[in-house]
């Protein structure tokens, strides 16, 4: 079974440049995309981007002028950095594995054969990081 | 960026009752090459990561009970409790993976009524 297991610094004082690292253990790492996501105290969940294991990224764009997510095939692990957080950085970070599905169908004259992308099947256990002076 | 908007923002059903959140995406998230919606639903309990309860709009992840089902295609999407049970208390999350960045609703909080 699949688990992710994550780690850095909690506490960060503005300027300063976040950093977190997420580890994939018991299972596949190749063939993927991992995500990072975060939650600001009380509010809801944002999207900040994700990597597969060649290297390709996707970031979103309201954070992609600060955000830099790599990985290390060789750990099967995945980083986040953030350069110059500030106290709206505040949040709960999580990886997530964006996980496939194989479909074999044919519906009329359609057929479909492969993995495709269900949503985000497994997810780290939360990195809690304040931002505060 | 596709934005889904999800209403109610917050819900109080009594035990056993129905329980119906709604989500909008502001684009179609059919994806053609395998006829499916890019479409999925979580629950968050608190302390808790998201947990993974629907994809494809209307498949039931592995071990979720079958007292939660989801529907719609397109744009529009429900995900329905038919029984109500004290241990749904949650916020529960859509989420389109179509296309990049990968956009969330704000979120449902469903109480007990």
């Known amino acids: 079974q699949v688990q992710l297991q994550q780690w850095g610094a909690g506490l960060l004082k503005p300027s300063a440049n976040l950093s977190l690292t997420c580890a994939v253990y018991g299972g596949s790492f190749n063939g993927y995309y991992w995500s990072w996501i975060r939650q600001p105290p009380g509010k809801g969940l944002e999207w900040i981007g994700e990597i597969n294991h060649s290297g390709s990224t996707n970031y979103n764009p309201s954070l992609k002028s600060r955000v830099t997510i790599s990985v290390d095939t060789s750990k099967s692990q995945i980083s986040l950095k953030v350069r110059s957080v500030t106290g709206a950085d505040t949040a709960v970070y999580y990886c997530a594995r964006l996980g496939t599905r194989f479909l074999k169908e044919c519906s009329g004259t359609s057929c479909y054969n492969g993995n495709y992308r269900y949503g985000m099947d497994v997810w780290g256990q939360g990195t809690t990081v304040s931002v505060s002076s | 960026d596709i934005v889904m908007t999800q209403s109610p923002d917050s819900l109080a059903v009594s035990l056993g009752e129905r329980a119906t959140i709604n989500c909008k995406s502001s684009q179609n998230i059919l994806y053609n090459s395998n006829n499916r919606n890019y479409l999925s639903w979580y629950q968050q309990k608190p302390g808790q990561p998201p947990k993974l309860l629907i994809y494809?709009?209307?498949t039931r992840e592995s071990g979720v009970p079958d007292r939660f089902s989801g529907g719609g295609s397109g744009t529009d999407f429900t995900l329905t409790i038919s029984s109500l049970q004290a241990e749904d208390v949650a916020i529960y999350y859509c989420?389109?993976?179509?296309?990049?960045?990968?956009?969330f609703g704000q979120g449902t909080k469903l109480e007990i009524k």
């Open positions: 989420q389109q993976y179509y296309s990049t960045p990968r956009t």
């Open positions: 494809w709009a209307s």
